[in-house]
C-alpha cells in the first residue's frame, strides 16, 4: 500500500485526493491545507490538517498548489530526506528544497473542480532527481491505472506551452464563437458536434493532415466575406492572424500584409 500525503486544495488536489482515495493500493493518509475550511466537509474521509507540523510519514508528500507557493511551501515542511512532489507543469523539479527528495507527478489535463474525470486515461508525467525513486513514482501512476512518461523539466515546460495553445486558447476561440453566434441569437450547441468532431480528428490524424477550411484552400472569396461579417477589431486581427498562419503551413500566399497597409496609409 502506498501511503499519500496531499497538500493543497485547489481544483488538482480535489482530483487528485478523488482517485487517490478510489486506488485500492493507495492510502490518503493526510490531507494539508493552510485553510482548514476549503478541505473540512472531507473530514469524515480523511485526516485534515492545517499545520505543518502535524504531518505524518508516508511514502510520497504530493504538493498539488499554485506554482508561486511551491518554492515557500517544500522549505516550510518540517522534515528531511522525505519524497516530495509537486504538480506543476511549468516548475523546475529544482524550487523543490533540496532538503528533501525531489519528484514531479504533473497530470496533463484540465480540472475542473466539478467535472468527472477517468484518471487512467490521464497522462502523467514524471521526474526524480533520485533514479532510485523512478520506478516508485512509475508504481504510483500505474497504481491509478494511468500511463506514465519519464520527462525532464525542460520537455515538461514545453509540454506546458504546447497544452496552453491547444486547451487554453482553443478555449478562447471557442468563447469568441460563442459571442459571434449570441449576437445573432443563434444558440451554441449547434456548434458543438463540430467540436467533438475536431477534437476526435487528431486522435488517429496529425493535425497538419486534418486542417480544412477556407484558409488552407486559399478560398479568398470565403475570407473576404467572413472579414466583412466580423464587427469586433481584435476579433477581426485574430481571423486574419489565424489565417495566415494556415495559409503559411500549406503553402498558400498571404495577402493580408498589403491590406493591413493600405489600411494604416487611409487611416480606416
Known amino acids: 500500500m502506498i501511503s ?37 466537509s472531507y473530514s469524515n474521509d480523511v485526516e485534515t490538517i492545517d499545520n505543518l507540523t502535524e504531518l505524518k510519514e508516508a511514502d510520497i508528500y504530493i504538493m498539488a498548489v499554485s506554482d508561486d507557493s511551491i518554492s515557500k511551501l517544500s522549505k516550510d515542511l518540517p522534515f528531511e530526506n522525505r519524497l516530495v512532489a509537486h504538480t ?33 486515461k490521464i ?14 513514482m512509475k508504481d504510483l501512476t500505474e497504481a491509478l491505472g494511468c500511463k506514465s512518461y519519464k520527462i525532464d ?16 486558447f482553443t478555449n478562447q476561440l471557442y468563447r469568441i464563437a460563442h459571442e459571434i453566434s449570441d449576437a445573432k441569437r443563434i444558440n451554441f450547441d449547434i456548434l458543438k458536434p463540430l467540436i467533438l468532431e475536431t477534437a476526435k ?35 477581426k486581427a485574430i481571423y486574419e492572424l489565424l489565417t495566415a498562419s494556415i495559409k503559411k503551413t500549406h503553402g498558400a500566399s498571404n495577402t493580408f500584409g498589403n491590406h493591413r497597409k493600405a489600411k494604416n496609409k487611409t487611416g480606416h
Open 4 to 40: 499519500v500525503v496531499l497538500l493543497g486544495a485547489g481544483n488538482v488536489a480535489t482530483h487528485l485526493y478523488k482517485a487517490f482515495s478510489r486506488a485500492e493500493n493507495i492510502s490518503v493518509k493526510q490531507w494539508y491545507n493552510r485553510s482548514y475550511s476549503a478541505i473540512s
Open 88 to 120: 506543476s507543469g511549468s516548475v523546475s523539479i529544482h524550487d523543490l528544497d533540496k532538503k528533501n527528495q525531489r519528484a514531479v507527478f504533473y497530470p496533463l489535463q484540465t480540472f475542473s473542480r466539478d467535472a468527472e474525470l477517468d484518471f487512467s
Open 123 to 136: 497522462p502523467i508525467c514524471i521526474e526524480v532527481t533520485e533514479k532510485s525513486n523512478f520506478q516508485f
Open 153 to 168: 523539466t525542460e520537455q515538461r515546460q514545453t509540454l506546458h506551452l504546447s497544452a496552453v495553445f491547444v486547451n487554453n
Open 201 to 235: 480528428k487528431v486522435q488517429d490524424l496529425s493535425p497538419y493532415m486534418a486542417q480544412t477550411g477556407p484558409a488552407k484552400r486559399n478560398d479568398k472569396k470565403t475570407i473576404k466575406r467572413h472579414l466583412k461579417q466580423i464587427e469586433s477589431e481584435e476579433h
